[in-house]
């Protein structure tokens, strides 16, 4: 019984330390791109738990994810981005990945559309800010450990992203503990 109680701690204690706290604030569901304009990607990141580099693509379902950049410094808060020339459409992502291993995502966008060709972007505004609040309203204060937009809808996909993880854990800790009873752990 000793053995289990080991792996659910390190399994548990993984999950818990490899969630992240990126979250995407433009584009999103509220804002669209247009292709072959410049924008700009902007970002909050957790200091403690977010990585200091990461690599940006753009996906949409059933295709190729496009790389934007590569080895992007998370405190930030923002790149711009030259919009490539793809198809016309809401349903795409922007995902911040790994480096290392673009399997392992650290944040996905709300779906946002991308407009054709002759069109220009729509333009990021900030949420509005409390007068007691001390951040600069102009720019994603890149170590907001709250990481809270206008709407709360990225917060949802945070969210939704650790219940993941830890039901995940939970199916593994259960196959553990079948394994292990049947082994006599």
């Not at 809401?90 to 790994?98: E, H, L, M, Q």
């Not at 709360?152 to 292990?180: D, E, H, K, P, W």
């Amino acid at each position: 019984m000793h053995t289990f109680s080991t792996l659910a701690v390190l399994l548990l204690t993984y999950i818990v330390a490899s969630t992240s706290a990126f979250t995407i604030v433009y584009p999103s569901s509220k804002y669209y791109v247009a292709a072959n304009t410049t924008c700009y990607i902007r970002w909050t990141y957790n200091a403690s738990s977010d990585p200091d580099h990461f690599s940006i693509e753009l996906e949409y379902p059933n295709e190729p994810p496009y790389a934007i950049a590569t080895t992007v410094n998370s405190s930030l808060g923002m790149i711009n981005w030259t919009v490539q020339e793809v198809p016309p459409r809401p349903g795409y992502d922007i995902v911040f990945v790994n480096i290392g291993d673009i399997n392992q995502r650290y944040a996905t966008s709300e779906k946002f559309e991308i407009k054709g060709l002759g069109n220009s972007s729509s333009v990021y505004q900030p949420p509005s800010t409390a007068s007691t609040d001390n951040t600069n309203s102009s720019a994603p204060d890149s170590k907001n450990s709250t990481n809270k937009t206008s709407d709360g809808s990225s917060l949802s996909t945070n969210a939704r992203s650790l219940f993941y993880s830890y039901q995940m854990a939970l199916i593994v800790i259960g196959v553990v503990s079948f394994v292990g009873y049947f082994n006599g752990f």
